[in-house]
Every structure is written in C-alpha cells, then in structure tokens.
C-alpha cells in the first residue's frame, strides 16, 4: 500500500511539474506588454522599462521560471503585479468557496446517483427507462443554462433562495445555506447523468455474476446482497467516474460562479488571466492542479481498499 501510495504522490508531482511549466510559457509567450498593462498607455517608456526590471521580465524566460519554482517550494506564490496581494491569502480566500460548492455537489451527485443507479438496476422497466432520460439530459443541457432556470425559477419568481451574491458560513449558517443551495443544485444535475449512469451498469453487471445466485440460493435477503456485496464490487467504476466529474464540477463551478456572483476561483481566474497577472494565475493553477492530484488520490486509495488488485496496477 505504501508503495502505491508513492507512485500516486509522484505522477502528481510530475502532473503539477508539466502543467505549471506549460502555464508558465504560455503566459509568457500571450500575456503582451505587461508592464504597459499595469502602469497605463500614458506611461513613458523609461517607466515601463523600469517596471519590467522591478517585476523581473527583463530576465531569460528560464531564469524566470527557476525562480518562481524555487520560492514555490517552499511556499512563496508571489504577489499579484495589480494589487500587491499575497497569492496564497488571495487564492486560498477564493478557493474555500469554490471548494465548499464543489464538494457540496460531488456528495449529493454521489448519493442521488447511487440510489437513482440501483433502482434503475433493480427495478428495470419505467424506472429504468426514467433514469437513463434523466441521464441524457443531464448531459445534453449546460450548467449555466440549469443555473440561469432555478434563478428564475426559485430565486426570482419564488424568491425562495437569494438570486445573486454570497454569505460565509461564519457570519449566517442559515445565509450561507441560502446562498449555495441553487449553485450546487446546478452542478449536480450534470454530475448525476455520469454517475447514475456508470452506477446503473456496474449493478446490472455485479447482479450477473455467480455470486450474487450463490449468495441468494444461501437465502440472504436480495437487498442485503445488493447493498453489502454488489454495491462493493460496483464501486470501482463509479468512483473512477465520480473522480472525472470532480475535475468537470470544478470546471463548471467557475461558470455558475458567474452567473450567481459568487466570489469563488472564477473571479480572480478571469480576472487575472485577462489582465496577464502570471503570479496571480500560477497560484490558479497549481491550487487547482493540486486539488485535482489529492481527489485523484483519494479515489485511488478508496479503490484499492475496495479492491486489492487496483494497489498493483
């Protein structure tokens, strides 16, 4: 188990390595006159000559590169070139809102997709037929599009929910509960469509084996054989799915992030992006790159446990 856990922790830091390389190039080669961005169209020459030195860019692009990564190490994501802001208090600020909704949407994605997959799978016929719809639509309809409908729908006309903004949980529990439960709602409806459905087919395929007939013949009750043993060698794929729609609610979180103006990642991503600020986008990417690696290995030690063969993989 240790060993799998190394190689795990390893591909991450490769994966962190090559994406915060590439994001690194990329800025550099498309972000313009950077020093001109800051300072203004007005600015002299000599000024902006002068930011160029002060920020560093006047430097080879390696140079650059080797210095960013060693204070990166050890912590030190820079300050944004705009507002002079701390990366890490900048980022880590936004990103326990964006976290808080992700999270939130991968546990009810997980439990509504379990219980949709198994009646499906057990039950067959309408029910059946009623998820795998349910499943298309899922897929069919964009988070944004299913975030702007429950706006109008429960926020406006209902005035249920707040339409816009958001509260901590610190200040109102009961605010933030409030402020969150449409942008999550929006998320899990694409995230069930995967899950129910990979859910549905591994039950279906488990049901099929010998085993299950063998354990049934003993006289267990079919839903104790459902829920202890088929559902535990059904597991593995959905996890692998429910790992894939992590990643795709993260990206989607910045979407209804917008549309709820919520003050999450997708603020200071767009924002910064735009405007060039490299540090402020490479604290973006590697808390990213980071959340993705830990989710990855988190389902990767949940499979192993559940099935020891994966740990030799």
Known sequence: MLMFIVRRIVAGIVLLFVSTSATFLLLYLGSGDIARNI????????????????????????????????????????????????????????????????????????VISVALGVWAAVRHGWVDK???????????????????????????????????????????????????????????????????AQVRGSVMDALRRDYVRTLRSRGLPFNRVVFKHVLRNAAGPALAVLAVQFIGLFGGAIIVERVFAIP?????????????????????????????????LIIDLMQGWLNPKVRLS
């Open 130 to 196: 009623l998820v795998q719809v349910v499943s298309v639509l899922g897929f069919a309809v964009p988070n944004f599009l299913i975030a702007v409908a429950l706006v109008i729908v429960f926020a406006i006309n209902m005035q249920v929910f707040q339409p816009t903004g958001y509260t901590p949980f610190s200040e109102s529990p009961s605010g933030w509960i409030a402020t969150v439960t449409l942008p999550i709602i929006a998320l899990t409806i694409g995230g069930i469509a995967a899950v129910a």
């Open 264 to 296: 999450g990642l997708s603020d200071i991503g767009v924002t910064s992006t735009a405007q060039g600020d490299m540090p402020m986008v490479m604290g973006f990417v590697v808390v990213s790159v980071v959340l993705v690696v830990v989710v990855n």
């Open 39 to 110: 300072l203004g169209q007005q600015a002299t020459q000599e000024a902006i000559e002068a930011k160029q030195v002060e920020l560093g860019l006047d430097r080879p692009l390696l140079t650059q590169y080797v210095d960013w990564l060693g204070k990166a190490v050890t912590g030190d994501l820079g300050a944004s070139w705009f507002t002079s802001q701390p990366v890490t208090e900048g980022i880590m600020a936004r990103t326990w809102v964006t976290l808080s909704l992700v999270l939130g949407a991968t546990v009810l994605t997980a």
